[in-house]
Protein backbone atom coordinates (compact mmCIF):
# COMPACT_ATOMS: atom_id res chain seq x y z
CA UNK A 1 0.00 0.00 0.00
CA UNK A 2 1.55 3.24 -1.08
CA UNK A 3 1.73 5.58 2.04
CA UNK A 4 -1.04 8.29 2.08
CA UNK A 5 1.02 11.14 1.58
CA UNK A 6 4.58 11.22 0.53
CA UNK A 7 7.67 12.11 2.63
CA UNK A 8 8.79 15.67 2.41
CA UNK A 9 12.23 16.91 3.18
CA UNK A 10 13.19 13.74 5.05
CA UNK A 11 10.09 13.30 7.04
CA UNK A 12 7.30 11.19 7.38
CA UNK A 13 3.53 13.01 7.70
CA UNK A 14 1.96 12.84 11.07
CA UNK A 15 -1.28 11.17 11.76
CA UNK A 16 -4.22 11.71 14.24
CA UNK A 17 -6.79 8.64 14.73
CA UNK A 18 -9.76 10.24 15.10
CA UNK A 19 -11.13 9.19 18.86
CA UNK A 20 -14.90 8.00 19.39
CA UNK A 21 -16.98 9.58 21.94
CA UNK A 22 -16.27 13.19 20.44
CA UNK A 23 -19.11 15.29 19.09
CA UNK A 24 -18.03 17.84 16.27
CA UNK A 25 -20.10 18.74 13.49
CA UNK A 26 -16.96 19.01 11.40
CA UNK A 27 -13.39 17.56 11.11
CA UNK A 28 -12.44 20.90 10.49
CA UNK A 29 -14.18 21.86 13.68
CA UNK A 30 -12.54 19.24 15.61
CA UNK A 31 -8.96 20.04 14.01
CA UNK A 32 -9.34 23.67 14.90
CA UNK A 33 -10.54 22.81 18.35
CA UNK A 34 -7.95 20.52 19.72
CA UNK A 35 -5.13 21.40 17.80
CA UNK A 36 -5.44 25.06 17.34
CA UNK A 37 -1.56 25.61 16.68
CA UNK A 38 -2.00 24.46 12.53
CA UNK A 39 -3.73 26.69 9.96
CA UNK A 40 -5.87 23.75 9.50
CA UNK A 41 -8.02 25.51 6.69
CA UNK A 42 -5.24 26.45 4.49
CA UNK A 43 -3.43 22.80 4.88
CA UNK A 44 -7.19 21.46 3.72
CA UNK A 45 -7.81 23.83 0.71
CA UNK A 46 -4.31 22.81 -0.16
CA UNK A 47 -4.97 19.54 -0.45
CA UNK A 48 -2.28 18.79 2.14
CA UNK A 49 -4.88 16.69 4.80
CA UNK A 50 -5.81 12.92 3.74
CA UNK A 51 -7.76 10.10 4.75
CA UNK A 52 -5.63 6.25 5.16
CA UNK A 53 -6.45 6.23 1.65
CA UNK A 54 -5.01 9.09 0.57
CA UNK A 55 -8.04 10.62 0.09
CA UNK A 56 -8.24 14.25 0.89
CA UNK A 57 -10.50 15.86 3.23
CA UNK A 58 -12.38 19.36 2.73
CA UNK A 59 -13.81 21.62 4.93
CA UNK A 60 -16.89 20.22 4.64
CA UNK A 61 -16.09 16.51 5.15
CA UNK A 62 -18.00 15.58 8.60
CA UNK A 63 -16.80 14.39 11.74
CA UNK A 64 -16.18 10.16 11.47
CA UNK A 65 -14.69 8.60 14.56
CA UNK A 66 -11.97 5.69 14.09
CA UNK A 67 -10.82 7.62 10.82
CA UNK A 68 -7.00 8.41 10.21
CA UNK A 69 -5.95 12.01 9.34
CA UNK A 70 -2.76 12.14 7.51
CA UNK A 71 -0.85 16.17 7.48
CA UNK A 72 2.07 17.87 7.51
CA UNK A 73 3.42 19.89 10.64
CA UNK A 74 6.45 21.87 10.43
CA UNK A 75 9.14 20.55 13.02
CA UNK A 76 10.24 23.40 15.37
CA UNK A 77 13.68 25.31 14.57
CA UNK A 78 16.21 23.37 15.81
CA UNK A 79 20.27 24.48 16.41
CA UNK A 80 22.06 23.51 12.92
CA UNK A 81 24.86 20.48 13.89
CA UNK A 82 27.68 22.00 12.32
CA UNK A 83 29.73 18.91 10.93
CA UNK A 84 28.61 16.87 7.91
CA UNK A 85 27.69 13.36 7.72
CA UNK A 86 29.89 11.77 5.17
CA UNK A 87 29.36 8.13 2.88
CA UNK A 88 31.40 6.10 3.33
CA UNK A 89 29.42 3.38 0.96
CA UNK A 90 26.61 3.00 -1.11
CA UNK A 91 25.73 0.52 -3.12
CA UNK A 92 23.84 -2.90 -2.81
CA UNK A 93 20.80 -1.04 -1.27
CA UNK A 94 23.01 -0.17 1.35
CA UNK A 95 24.13 3.07 2.65
CA UNK A 96 27.16 3.42 5.33
CA UNK A 97 27.70 6.90 6.76
CA UNK A 98 30.55 8.15 9.01
CA UNK A 99 27.96 10.03 11.86
CA UNK A 100 29.76 13.24 13.46
CA UNK A 101 29.23 13.79 17.03
CA UNK A 102 26.16 15.58 18.34
CA UNK A 103 24.22 14.27 15.35
CA UNK A 104 21.26 12.07 16.46
CA UNK A 105 20.49 8.87 14.52
CA UNK A 106 16.60 9.56 14.52
CA UNK A 107 14.36 11.82 14.60
CA UNK A 108 13.31 12.06 18.18
CA UNK A 109 11.97 14.25 20.88
CA UNK A 110 13.72 18.02 20.31
CA UNK A 111 15.73 16.36 17.75
CA UNK A 112 14.01 15.89 14.38
CA UNK A 113 15.61 17.84 11.22
CA UNK A 114 19.17 17.17 12.56
CA UNK A 115 19.54 13.55 12.56
CA UNK A 116 21.49 11.36 10.58
CA UNK A 117 18.42 9.78 9.17
CA UNK A 118 16.82 13.05 7.66
CA UNK A 119 20.18 14.65 6.87
CA UNK A 120 20.30 10.80 4.37
CA UNK A 121 17.07 11.40 3.71
CA UNK A 122 17.07 14.73 2.06
CA UNK A 123 21.04 13.92 0.29
CA UNK A 124 20.23 10.93 -1.07
CA UNK A 125 16.23 12.00 -2.10
CA UNK A 126 15.15 8.87 -0.67
CA UNK A 127 12.44 8.74 2.18
CA UNK A 128 12.58 4.77 2.53
CA UNK A 129 16.15 4.78 3.93
CA UNK A 130 15.72 3.78 7.50
CA UNK A 131 19.06 3.14 10.01
CA UNK A 132 19.65 -0.87 10.74
CA UNK A 133 20.95 0.56 14.37
CA UNK A 134 21.58 3.72 16.62
CA UNK A 135 24.18 5.31 18.04
CA UNK A 136 23.89 7.91 20.70
CA UNK A 137 24.15 11.49 19.71
CA UNK A 138 27.08 11.90 21.19
CA UNK A 139 29.18 8.91 19.28
CA UNK A 140 30.45 9.60 16.36
CA UNK A 141 31.22 6.49 13.74
CA UNK A 142 29.97 4.14 11.38
CA UNK A 143 26.52 3.60 10.71
CA UNK A 144 24.57 1.47 8.60
CA UNK A 145 21.13 2.39 6.70
CA UNK A 146 18.96 0.18 4.01
CA UNK A 147 17.48 2.29 1.22
CA UNK A 148 14.73 -0.19 0.54
CA UNK A 149 11.92 -1.68 3.07
CA UNK A 150 12.54 -5.08 1.79
CA UNK A 151 16.33 -5.30 3.32
CA UNK A 152 15.78 -3.48 6.67
CA UNK A 153 14.78 -6.31 8.56
CA UNK A 154 17.95 -8.83 7.56
CA UNK A 155 20.14 -5.77 8.25
CA UNK A 156 18.54 -4.87 11.79
CA UNK A 157 18.18 -8.60 12.12
CA UNK A 158 22.09 -9.16 12.10
CA UNK A 159 22.62 -6.37 15.07
CA UNK A 160 19.07 -7.62 17.41
CA UNK A 161 20.98 -11.33 16.64
CA UNK A 162 23.96 -9.76 17.63
CA UNK A 163 25.96 -11.33 14.77
CA UNK A 164 28.32 -8.25 14.30
CA UNK A 165 31.63 -7.37 15.19
CA UNK A 166 31.34 -3.93 16.71
CA UNK A 167 34.62 -2.25 17.06
CA UNK A 168 34.97 1.30 18.92
CA UNK A 169 37.82 3.53 20.27
CA UNK A 170 37.82 5.58 23.42
CA UNK A 171 39.81 8.14 24.65
CA UNK A 172 39.59 8.00 28.30
CA UNK A 173 42.05 8.47 31.62
CA UNK A 174 45.11 6.01 32.56
CA UNK A 175 45.07 3.83 35.52
CA UNK A 176 48.38 2.14 35.36
CA UNK A 177 47.47 -0.60 37.93
CA UNK A 178 44.59 -1.92 35.71
CA UNK A 179 45.49 -4.56 33.33
CA UNK A 180 44.41 -5.46 29.71
CA UNK A 181 42.79 -6.97 27.69
CA UNK A 182 39.78 -7.01 30.33
CA UNK A 183 36.22 -8.14 30.13
CA UNK A 184 34.07 -6.08 32.11
CA UNK A 185 30.38 -7.67 32.71
CA UNK A 186 27.76 -5.36 34.90
CA UNK A 187 23.68 -5.24 35.11
CA UNK A 188 23.00 -1.75 33.53
CA UNK A 189 19.73 -0.52 34.43
CA UNK A 190 18.09 2.38 33.05
CA UNK A 191 14.30 4.46 34.12
CA UNK A 192 12.44 6.10 31.23
CA UNK A 193 12.70 9.78 31.44
CA UNK A 194 16.11 9.77 33.21
CA UNK A 195 18.96 10.80 31.41
CA UNK A 196 21.53 8.32 32.87
CA UNK A 197 21.81 4.89 33.47
CA UNK A 198 23.02 3.01 36.11
CA UNK A 199 24.92 -0.13 37.35
CA UNK A 200 23.16 -2.45 40.06
CA UNK A 201 23.63 -5.75 42.04
CA UNK A 202 22.44 -8.75 40.16
CA UNK A 203 22.67 -10.74 36.96
CA UNK A 204 24.84 -9.27 34.62
CA UNK A 205 23.20 -7.51 31.46
CA UNK A 206 25.87 -6.11 29.90
CA UNK A 207 29.48 -7.43 28.56
CA UNK A 208 32.44 -5.16 27.14
CA UNK A 209 36.15 -6.48 26.28
CA UNK A 210 38.49 -3.48 26.67
CA UNK A 211 42.27 -3.37 24.86
CA UNK A 212 44.79 -0.35 25.73
CA UNK A 213 46.19 0.63 22.37
CA UNK A 214 48.51 3.33 23.47
CA UNK A 215 48.85 6.19 26.70
CA UNK A 216 50.47 9.15 27.75
CA UNK A 217 50.72 10.61 30.63
CA UNK A 218 46.98 10.53 32.44
CA UNK A 219 45.31 9.71 29.04
CA UNK A 220 45.34 6.91 26.80
CA UNK A 221 43.51 5.03 24.02
CA UNK A 222 41.44 2.31 24.06
CA UNK A 223 39.69 -0.98 21.97
CA UNK A 224 36.40 -1.70 22.82
CA UNK A 225 34.18 -4.75 21.66
CA UNK A 226 30.78 -4.80 23.32
CA UNK A 227 28.79 -8.02 23.21
CA UNK A 228 25.67 -6.43 24.19
CA UNK A 229 24.28 -3.16 23.35
CA UNK A 230 22.41 -1.55 26.86
CA UNK A 231 22.03 2.14 26.60
CA UNK A 232 25.43 4.02 27.75
CA UNK A 233 27.35 0.75 28.00
CA UNK A 234 30.65 1.72 26.85
CA UNK A 235 30.72 4.76 28.84
CA UNK A 236 29.33 3.44 31.72
CA UNK A 237 32.06 0.59 31.81
CA UNK A 238 34.90 2.76 31.45
CA UNK A 239 33.58 4.82 34.22
CA UNK A 240 33.44 2.02 36.59
CA UNK A 241 36.70 1.51 36.15
CA UNK A 242 37.84 5.29 37.30
CA UNK A 243 38.44 5.56 33.74
CA UNK A 244 35.86 7.76 32.42
CA UNK A 245 35.95 8.47 28.72
CA UNK A 246 37.30 12.18 28.12
CA UNK A 247 34.15 14.76 26.96
CA UNK A 248 31.40 12.99 28.70
CA UNK A 249 29.08 14.80 30.42
CA UNK A 250 26.68 12.01 32.34
CA UNK A 251 29.53 10.05 33.56
CA UNK A 252 30.67 9.41 36.37
CA UNK A 253 28.64 12.89 37.03
CA UNK A 254 26.00 14.56 34.83
CA UNK A 255 26.23 18.12 33.71
CA UNK A 256 24.03 19.46 31.38
CA UNK A 257 25.47 21.44 28.57
CA UNK A 258 23.97 24.01 25.79
CA UNK A 259 22.69 22.62 23.35
CA UNK A 260 24.62 24.53 21.27
CA UNK A 261 28.09 23.39 22.58
CA UNK A 262 29.44 21.64 20.24
CA UNK A 263 33.03 22.32 21.86
CA UNK A 264 33.88 19.68 23.63
CA UNK A 265 32.87 16.34 21.94
CA UNK A 266 32.56 12.75 24.10
CA UNK A 267 35.96 11.01 22.67
CA UNK A 268 33.94 7.71 21.61
CA UNK A 269 33.96 6.35 18.26
CA UNK A 270 32.15 3.41 16.39
CA UNK A 271 35.40 2.83 14.53
CA UNK A 272 34.19 -0.28 12.73
CA UNK A 273 31.51 -2.81 11.75
CA UNK A 274 31.85 -6.25 10.47
CA UNK A 275 29.28 -8.74 9.95
CA UNK A 276 28.90 -11.40 6.78
CA UNK A 277 26.30 -9.94 4.49
CA UNK A 278 22.24 -11.84 5.02
CA UNK A 279 21.63 -11.01 1.18
CA UNK A 280 25.17 -11.59 -0.52
CA UNK A 281 26.70 -13.90 2.68
CA UNK A 282 29.95 -11.67 1.72
CA UNK A 283 32.15 -10.92 4.82
CA UNK A 284 31.80 -6.79 5.16
CA UNK A 285 33.77 -4.16 6.86
CA UNK A 286 33.14 -0.80 7.36
CA UNK A 287 35.84 1.34 9.29
CA UNK A 288 35.63 5.11 10.27
CA UNK A 289 37.43 7.65 9.15
CA UNK A 290 37.26 10.01 11.54
CA UNK A 291 40.06 10.81 15.04
CA UNK A 292 39.56 11.40 18.22
CA UNK A 293 41.75 14.22 20.02
CA UNK A 294 44.25 12.23 21.66
Not at 89 to 117: C, Q, S
Request: charged share 30%; proline share 10%.
Amino acid sequence: MPEPLPFRNGLAPLRIRLPHGEVAPSLLEFLEREHPEDDWASSIEGGEVVDEKGLCWTAESRYIPGRFVYFYREPAPEVPVPFELDVLYDDDGLVVVDKPHFLATIPRGMHVTETATVRLRRLLDCPDVTPAHRLDRATAGVLIFTRTKELRRPYQELFSNREVLKEYEAVAGFDPSLAFPRVVRSRILKDHGVMVAREEPGEPNSETRIELIESVGESARYRLFPHTGRTHQLRIHLSSLGIPILGDPYYPVYTRTPVDDFHHPLQLLARAVEFDDPITGERRRFESRRTLAF
